[in-house]
């Protein structure tokens, strides 16, 4: 009986919970770092002299290696170039009422009378624009690249799916898969096939073969107990059992596999254009926007905008079944007719080769010839709001970026913000700080207030000019009272692998541009989703909104981006905020609308105001299923970051960018699975931080 | 009574999850003292989900399992049927063990001599109710036409006719089980697995399909292994019960010997709420003659006690249970069924 009431007496108000410990330790060391920094700045820059030659020493495996494996690649290459050429050849001989007829049908079979429309105007603008045949020669990369990936990822979901055991080994190479940029493996890929198309057609396939072998896993291991029980007791061998049983159950999962292959095919095809330099529409995006020529990148722009929206509707119609069930159209296109449509298709195409064999049947000029006008306008249009546009880059940039990059003391100076900060000033900044750090120390507990008192020091020193030790270690603490030992020790490993490659500089970079865009898509993004969960009107606006962000390849964000602001980070920022922004809008709208009904009334009951209810009830809720949006936004943020390259910055994409552009393949994977370990890092965290609260 | 012939026995079977339950049944020769053995698979970490199991089930008997939920019901009959298998012990099917069956006999097994009923049904999603129906048939490849005709007659025995071209996901639960049950008598088994058949219907339905199973078997009289934790089905279909806990069987008899008879207080709890004069049947409290007169008055052997209440009232002092086939019939006396009425009596005071 006196136990309870010792401890009672002897515990503080603020009790020191042995977590907190380390951290105390953190920040000493931190103060210790800070104030030894002008003394020892490799406290800060990590010296030149003590990075290893890494990179090397893969380039030297790797030529080594593709020396010897060399000819037997480029057979292969030279196997797949025929069917290649023979598929580009077909779609571009094919005439477009026959391509429009084809596609009409399917759509109609696929998801009704709507989506034909949709696809007839689609393909009417696609040849009105001019950009025919290069669709066709994408088109044909994609078809190409699709059934390699469909069959490999099946084959691999199969396998994951009858030997477990493997199944680590697999969903880790899928992680780096999906992870690694990829044009950090468009390097070895170009010393092992050469350049061409075919690199592209292969960069395509594998990275077009993760989702596939998801969701092949996924509807196997989700196959009903009771079905597949039923098939055995019908007596069915193991081949009808997975054949007749376990494949058809699945069918939907991985038919949902399939449309989201073909998405990722798509994107990478396009994107694969900068090694390229074949006919094709991301070669035409790609060089009138190093043009500069706005009105053609805008033109086809929409045209791969309008090819993905395409194909995405016409696969997902096949993958899910409508829930009204199938629409009039629908059930009126049969397999037969289906067909038969298709067959007049092919018969009006040759038709139409045998009685015009000379005509090409396209537009004499397309739109794209005639847009010097639109180009005129739009650079007017840019010119005349420059005061707008600039005024918003010089504003995020002074007051956002380079603060965050710099910090507080390093942008105080004459010739950025026009002063230096006085003594006084950054006394009572610290003050400041601190102050708020003592009343949510007073008012939550000591973890807030932890993570305020990193953010303003991050604030004052800049990401640059945060000690990497304390960096190092501050994750790495974070990583083991979250997820425990071996996550902090994989972090660790991280780090110092990109700490010795002389990447640590890229890496702050990379940080900070992300840790920017991922909180200004939570503000922006959160806030659109809490508006669009109380308003039915918004939410129907932002659904298709979210939907064609979505479809989007990467690619496409950056004209937009680069139309307005030019060359630089902050269109690098804005362009990673376009592609990384639905995932917190489509999460916090569920998460709010999902919320246990009983416990809101309850709150209600209890005479909350509506903003009370929001903060104090719906959100903390709706926590875990925002807390997935947040892991969703970093990575699709990271994943943007190679392709924001493009635009101008200095970060861990540069450095992939610029290896690709030397074929440095050493420099190239080492800084590409650096970005894919942040990815990985802040996914195993946040996973294990929503799992953790599930627990507790 | 002429014992019908043994169609499925069952002798000492476990099965045993965990790490490596193979170590705790190579010892030949022992004997093993099952209640130890799983006390210490137990405490090893091991999860002994079927415990000794031993039972013979005759041809043309309803045998139902019941147990609450986690007994080890559903991984005994999966035992039977080896979708599971058995950690040890013997399964005799027409006298032949089961478990020495190989791969190609055991699909030629389940082709032809055993059906399965699922509790969530087990429909294949993508079929029509006769695409269903004809799987098992079309899985041994017989004939189009063939399979038809036979999965059209199931369809009609079980009530569905005119649902045939429709999907699973159209139809209710009570339709989806009765596809369910079609299926698994297509290939015309004799022997017949039901792991909780109804329990995903609401009670109304399932009480309608109790009728319509009980007609069925009446029909076709087949060897029926009936999994349920719902003791009032239990006692409603079951000619014999076996009474499982934590992987154990603990009592096994006909329903009247189970509420007469509780083997232990686990036992007795569990029946308490079965109205005695419901569960007990004319037939199970008959003696035999013994040269006296046979009684006027008769009375199926299949009729409850609560069916005789009025008769008794009206002042009739002993039935003739006619016996089967042409044995001689037996007696029932008033005092026998008294004597059960006084026993709820007290059964209900005490609770
Ligand atoms: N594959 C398995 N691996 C490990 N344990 C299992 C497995 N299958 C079943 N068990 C365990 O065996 C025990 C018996 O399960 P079983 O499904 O046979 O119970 P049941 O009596 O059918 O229960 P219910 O009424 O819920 O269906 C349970 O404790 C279950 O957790
Ligand atoms: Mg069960």
Redesign the interface.
Known sequence: MTAPAASFRSSPRVAIEPALLPWCALIALTALCLVLKTDFPWLVTFPKEWTLPLAAGVNAVTDAVVTVVQPAFRALSAALEAPMRGARLVLVWLPWPAVMLAVAALALKSSGIRLAVFALLALTYILLAGYWPQSMSTLSLVLLAVPISTVLGFALGVLGHTRPGLRPVLLGALDLMQTVPAFAYLIPLLLLFGFGPVVGLIASAIYATPPMVRNTLLGLDRV?S??S?????????RR?QFW??EV??A?PQILVGFNQTTMAALSMVIVAAIIGGFEDIGWEVLSSMRKAEFGQSILSGLVIALLAILIDRLTIGFAKARPAGPTAAMTWMTDRRLAIVLALAAALAIAIRLLWPNETLLPATGLRMQVGGINQWLLGLVRDCAWFFDGLRDGVLYCLLLPLRIGISGAAVPAIWGFTLSPTANATYAVAVLLACALLLHRFNWRPALALLVAGTLLYTGFLGFPWPVFILGIALLAFQVAGLRLALFAVAGFLLILVNGLWGALVQSLYLCTLAVLLCLVIGGALGVWAAYSERVSRILKPVCDALQTMPQFVFLIPALMFFKVGEFTALIAIMLYAIVPPIRYVEHGLRHVRADVVEAVEQMGATPVQTLFQAKLPLALPVVMLGLNQTIMAALSMLAIAALVGTRDLGQAVYVALGKADAGMGLIAGLSIAFLAILADRLIQAAVAGRATT | MTAAPIKLACRNVWKVYGRRPAYYFDSRGYIIEPDALAERLRSEAHLPAVVDATFEVATGEIFVIMGLSGSGKSTLV?CL?R?VEPSAGEILLDGQDLLKATGKEL??L???A???V??????????TILGNVA??L???GRPEKEREARAREMIALVGLEGREASFPHQLSGGQQQRV?IA??LA?GPELW?LDEPFSALDPLIRRQMQDEFLRLQRMLKKTIVFITHDMAEAFRLADRLAIMRAGKIVQIGRPADIVLNPADDYVAQFTEDMPLLRVIKAGDLATSLNGSAVPEESVAAGASLEELIPRLASGVRAFSVPGEGAGPPALLTAGAVLAVLEREQTRRTRS
């Open positions: 009903p009771d079905i029980e039923a098939g055995l007791m019908s007596g069915c061998t009808q007749h049983v058809p159950t069918l | 999966r049927s979708l699909i030629e389940r082709r032809h055993m059906g399965m699922f509790q969530n049904f087990g429909l294949l999603p993508h079929l799987f098992p079309k899985i041994q369910g299926r698994s290939v697995f």
